[in-house]
């Protein structure tokens, strides 16, 4: 018989030479060495230009022409004094991916002379044939073109790929219309919506105060697997998943992988990769082991939300380029393993002046400390008011593996913000009669600065189960997919508390009108806020069924499911939000929620496909062929002359495997039955709940129930597909 991969890949582990990575250097020795950062500006622009770029970067004013092709020179002679020979628009289409297309500077004069050139056109904007990244039907509706623009707040970088170089440009893309088809188009619009709120609430504290900007700092969470194992598992190729596979003897319960030593292997990788996105600018902080065997972190030093994005998204594509020199593969999906650990992508975020001042850091004085209040508890009543909108904004295919099953967080959005921090709200929201005069300076004088980064050094204090928690001087989104572009849910955070910030400025003045005192007003509204948040508030056990039920009561959402959880873009709330903070036109939101959908049904479906073809190609045949092994057997015993108890234990794992057998072919076939049903839907949005009950939901288990139980009863020497505790625990 043919040796199977699986079996190949694992005799080649024994034989497998680690990958020699450079020992490292200083890291401020190669930091940004393949960005276009200010310094290099400043050396390879004209004063002009110079300042022309920089002016945009601050204001996101355009670039006219001219300047244009002064900064497309400067960029050219810069990327070729590193052997760089293409640039490429680079942007963010709705796939959770980076999209790129590669054009030479090389080009032909009209007699045929042959030059090098960027031109400034060529720099600010470019025409991909964009027929083929998803619009949700807005292409169709509007204009079939599309056009990528240079985006100067993020600076253009150096990809290396082997040997190969170019040039990227941080680009957004749009119909020709102006319809936004990208993650990062919105994006930028929140944070200019969150900049113009939160400056005009600043007011009240500090005059001083010009611009305000989100940061994000992700963790972002993935599982390294050894190359060869990954291409024995079809469905690991295919959907970023298995869809089969019994679970090891030996899971996480010995909990001895987190923070445990780094295999040689994977370190040696990490160090390389590292190095990659150094030179990338990233600024790497933290490596870890995870919770789960063969799960890792990594996590950057924060920085403004923008940027902060493009490095996720550039680290996903770096990481898996990475991977493959050293013959392994980043599993980026959000749960690859069924009964083990899934990945998330923790959002750290904050809002900060240009004064320097962290708007979610307790402040040192009574004033500072009002800041604070007001801003923490904007951000609160922002979660509570949008709830729905935010789950939205994490749901996926991937995602629905760890909201709302047995794992953390749940689907229910709620904040955690510790002992000490709801002492401080309960105290101002019982204020009596809600009074606050001058004499109650008290109230302002909370010390909420010293005691708070005492109690988060002190970790009881730290919920690990709840989606949305303070940590002391920001905010952690922990419900975030470890596919996803972080992009899609900072857009809907930076506009909610956006917009909260804006009715916050208009209900403080409303009591400044009446005759309150600024500070007055301030805690009155503060006070509001609090009663009319309290219900998202929750500092207990996220996983628990209580919770759950307790959710219920309060009326707190708690949707399970991609098609359903993402309704909330569509309702009355989020469209009157998105339109007036000029973020989505009703069009642009309707056609998001298309695409979405589209790319649920999508991946479901190539799921379901994986299955059934496994299930009759690779399951079914190894099954047989053990039975007929049993069969010689059995007949052979008999021959012999033994008695029916010699060989009832073959006769009853004989018996067993064909019940699995029928049990998993059947089906498969009704699950094929049930597409077909699905594909004739004509509505999106019924067609992917059709996908996500009728085939996900009536068939996926039930296949993988009997598939599994094969595992156990099949010859391991037939069974071609590596097995969980391969592929997690060999390397
Ligand atoms: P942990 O949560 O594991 O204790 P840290 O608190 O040090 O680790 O930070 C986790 C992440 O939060 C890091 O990426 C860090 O850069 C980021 N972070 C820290 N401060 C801020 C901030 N003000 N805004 C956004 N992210 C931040
Ligand atoms: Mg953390």
Known sequence: MMQSLRFKAIDNLATNQNVIVKASTKITAIFGENVFTHKTARQFLSDEAYKSLLASIKSGKKIDRVMGGQIANGLRAWAETKGVTHYTHWFQPLTDLSAEKHDSFFTLKGDGTPIEEFEGAALIQQEPDASSFPSGGLRATFEARGYTAWDPSSPPFIMEIGNGKTLCIPTIFVSYTGESLDAKTPLLKALVALDKAAVDVCQYFDKNVTKVTATLGWEQEYFVIDAGMVNARPDLVMTGRTVFGHAPAKGQQLEDHYFGAIPERIYAFM???????????????????????????????????NLAVDHNTLLMDVMTRV???????????EKPFAGINGSGKHNNWSIATDTGVNLLAPGKTPKTNLMFLTFFVNTIKAVNDYSALLRASIASAGNDHRLGANEAPPAIISIFIGKYLSEVLNQVETRVGGKFDEQDEAMLKLDIHKTIPELMLDNTDRNRTSPFAFTGNKFEFRAVGSAANCAINMTVLNTIVAQTLKQFKKDVDTFIEGGDKKEIAIMHVIQKYIVESKSVLFEGDGYSEEWANEAAKRGLPNVKTTPLALDAYLSKLSKDLFESNDIYTHAELEARHEIMLEAYIKKVQIEARTMGELATSVILPSAVKYQNVLIENIN???????????????????????NHINAMSTNV???????????VIADTREKA????????????????????????LVDDAYWTLPKYREMLFLR
């Open 689 to 712: 709940i059709a996908y996500c009950d009728d085939i996900k939901g009536e068939h996926f288990d039930e296949i993988r129930y009997h598939v599994d139980k094969l595992e156990l």
């Open 271 to 305: 160090r390389d990769y590292e190095q990659e996105a150094y030179k990338l600018g990233i600024p790497l902080r933290t490596r870890h082991n995870e919770v789960a065997p063969s799960q890792f972190e990594c996590a950057p030093i924060y920085e403004e939300a």
């Open 323 to 333: 991977a493959k020199r050293h013959g392994l593969i980043v599993l980026l999906h």
């Open 669 to 679: 076939r009704d699950m094929i039955e049930a597409r077909k049903k699905a594909n």
């Open 636 to 658: 052979g015993l008999k021959a012999a002359g033994l008695p029916a108890s010699a060989f009832s234990n073959q006769m009853s794992i004989l018996e067993e495997i064909s």
